[in-house]
Nanobody, 125 residues
């Protein structure tokens, strides 16, 4: 069993930055492939970024490439998402997710086994 707790969301103006964190409990963090997803009301859940268990591989959605950076600190059991140059269209609830089945980056939500409760990010224009 893995528990994930996100924090760091909030309200920011267009062009601003936020850093999301996701703390993992219950299983060795270094054995988990991790990802960030987001969902805006009325839309499908969207993959944002993923990182392999070692941190050596990352992958980003085209919509955030060059603006967001995913990273992990296995010693602190924590996943991060640094978000820069935020746009109103980045407004959503952001979720971290963990996969125990894959060691490489995975994009599909069904590849993930555990999910956090989400944290709201709102970007004002």
């Amino acid at each position: 069993q893995v528990q994930l707790v996100e924090y760091g969301g909030g309200l920011v103006q267009t062009g601003g930055s936020l850093r999301l964190s996701c703390a993992a409990y219950g299983r060795a963090f270094s054995t988990l492939t991790m990802g960030w997803f987001r969902r805006d009301p009325g839309k499908e859940r969207e993959f944002v970024a993923g990182i392999s268990w070692s941190g050596g591989d990352t992958y980003y959605a085209d919509s955030v490439k060059g603006r967001f950076t995913i990273s992990r600190d296995n010693a602190k059991n924590t996943l991060y998402l640094q978000m820069n140059s935020l746009k109103p269209e980045d407004t959503a609830v952001y979720y971290c997710a963990a996969s125990i089945r894959y060691r490489t980056v995975v994009i599909a939500s069904y590849s993930y086994d555990y999910w956090g409760q989400g944290t709201q990010v709102t970007v004002s224009s």
